[in-house]
């Protein structure tokens, strides 16, 4: 079975800090994907990044960072100078060879509150 | 390059009616999966769609049905509505491939049960 635990539920920070959100997950799969997707309050799911379990190679775009460590089963997630527009609540997603790569397992979330 | 539209976007329904939810997928994916969202339970995963078959299937009972249309089109459908149904239920569509396996979503369908 597939686990993805995001421990922060919330998060609230003033704009311009940096901030990271935790993602740890369980998986049997030797081939899985990693992924972040960000929810407004619009309801729809916005799809950020995915990452191969293959390949560990942290990345960065514009304000986002991503950093995957296969050793500690984590993929974590860094905003940096934080925004007003951020605050979402931001799920990390897991799926793997054996359930379906189309298979979502989410973590519970986590809201991100940026305050002026 | 249009989105996942999902129909309709709000839903008020009295207990044991049932309801059909419509998904229109991104042009060219051929995967659509469903997903029930709710505060105690988070997001969880209700079934995935392939080419008109249904390829994956969530832990959730019979009253919840699906189909794919030959345009990939998908609905939805849930019988004997009981209140806990209330919820948001969001579509997503891909190419699920081993190459582009990531999954874009509509902006759902907020069902309320009374």
């Known amino acids: 079975a597939q686990k993805v635990t995001q421990a922060q539920t919330e998060i609230s920070v003033v704009e311009k800090e940096d901030v990271t959100l935790d993602c740890v997950y369980e998986t049997r799969d030797t081939t899985y994907y990693l992924f972040w997707y960000k929810q407004p309050p619009s309801g729809e799911l916005v799809f950020l990044i995915r990452?191969?379990?293959?390949?560990?190679q942290n990345e960065i775009s514009g304000r986002y960072s991503w950093n995957f460590q296969k050793s500690t089963s984590s993929f974590n997630f860094t905003i940096t100078a934080s925004q007003v527009v951020d605050s979402a609540v931001y799920f990390c997603a897991l799926s793997g060879m054996n359930s379906g790569y189309s298979t979502l397992t989410f973590g519970k979330g986590t809201m991100l509150l940026v305050s002026p | 390059k249009a989105g996942v539209t999902q129909t309709p976007r709000y839903l008020i329904k009295t207990r044991g009616q049932q309801v059909t939810l419509s998904c229109s997928p991104i042009s060219g994916h051929r995967s659509v999966s469903w997903y029930q969202q709710t505060p105690g339970q988070g997001l969880q995963f209700l079934f995935e769609y392939f080419s008109e078959t249904q390829r994956n299937k969530g832990n959730f009972p019979g009253r919840f049905s699906g189909r794919q249309f030959s345009n990939s089109r998908s609905e939805m459908n849930v019988s004997t509505l009981e209140l806990g149904d209330s919820a948001l239920y969001l579509c997503?569509?891909?190419?699920?491939?081993?190459?582009?396996?990531?999954?874009?979503f509509g902006q759902g369908t907020r069902l309320t049960v009374v």
């Open positions: 990452r191969n379990s293959f390949d560990e």
């Open positions: 997503a569509s891909s190419f699920s491939s081993g190459d582009s396996p990531e999954a874009f």
